[in-house]
């Protein structure tokens, strides 16, 4: 297997031998999410205590971590029941023995790769100095970059010699400063500042590096939070509460998520109003990007909806 795809399995196999601690007997829900807009729904739920009103005598945790690793190595020392992350990072843990499925779509949203480097139009003008952010390797965007170079050279890994793992914001700083890094694969709202910039230019889109539409970010849990329906049900009915609230709502939406976010509410308004940006439950593109992890030597194993998703 080569290095990039490597590291995907050796990180997850360090974290299986890791050791475990147990969370104590109070009854508390330990959500982790990740850094950008596509989590909107998740601080909507935070600032209206949805699931505080849903389950009185419950304790809601919550935790923003750097990437899908971090979620993982939580998830399997049980200090988080409910993780929100991209499909592919998803489809790896599964594929490397975490026991979980998809709960709940959340969002879909644009995504792409930007640079400040006028000479580089397309993959192709990338030179072995150049370097590419991303949050982790498996990541969505990894993912994304290795469809787009399947597309365009007939090698998925053209690029993986490029890439550096760096959260979303630090990424942002590094671009924007021209330092340590070429180009970012971005998400709201570091997609939209970087593109603010004169000095930047988008080189490839999500959805041209995919195909079609797809769910960006998915809930998923564990076979154990699964069998806890009060909980598990309490989660989707939140996430359906926010989301609505997000579309009835739209004033005191963006008043709520432009202190959550730090974002002026008249440029939040402008981002979340972008073509491409939906709140939505169902899952898109899931066999997709089975499909081309497995052709790609990403995953070992082919995967039915079934095996994906709990319900």
Request: proline content about 3%.
């Amino acid at each position: 297997m080569k290095g990039f795809k490597a590291v995907i399995i050796i990180s997850f196999m360090m974290l299986i031998f890791s050791s475990c601690t147990k969370k104590n007997g109070e009854e508390t829900l330990f959500i982790a999410e990740q850094y950008g807009l596509a989590y909107a729904p998740l601080q909507i739920m935070k600032e209206k205590q949805i699931l505080e009103a849903l389950l009185p005598n419950t304790k809601i945790e919550w935790v923003t971590l750097s990437n899908t690793t971090s979620i993982r190595e939580a998830m399997l020392s049980e200090n988080v029941d409910v993780g929100f992350m991209g499909i592919p990072p998803f489809i790896i843990g599964l594929d490397n023995g975490m026991d979980w499925k998809i709960m709940s779509g959340l969002s879909k949203n644009p995504s792409g790769l930007v640079t400040y480097d006028k000479n580089i139009k397309t993959l192709a003008d990338f030179t072995s100095a150049d370097k590419i952010a991303l949050p982790q390797p498996g990541s969505i965007q990894h993912i994304l970059l290795a469809m787009a170079c399947e597309k365009q050279f007939g090698e998925a890994d053209r690029l993986d010699h490029l890439l550096v793992a760096m959260k979303h914001p630090d990424a942002y700083q590094s671009l924007e400063s021209q330092s340590t890094i070429k180009a970012h694969f971005a998400s709201p709202p570091y997609l939209f500042d970087e593109l603010n910039n004169a000095d930047n230019h988008l080189i490839l889109s999500g959805e041209e590096a995919f195909g079609e539409d797809f769910t960006f970010i998915v809930g998923v849990c564990g076979r154990e939070f699964y069998n806890n329906k009060k909980q598990y049900e309490a989660v989707n009915e939140g996430l359906k509460q926010a989301i609505t609230y997000m579309k009835q709502n739209e004033a005191e939406a963006i008043a709520l998520l432009s202190t959550s976010y730090s974002i002026d509410e008249l440029l939040l308004k402008e981002y979340l109003t972008q073509e491409g940006m939906i709140y939505s439950q169902e899952v898109e593109g899931l066999e997709r990007f089975v499909d081309f992890m497995l052709r790609n030597e990403y995953i070992k194993n082919d995967y039915q909806l079934d095996d994906l998703i709990w319900e």
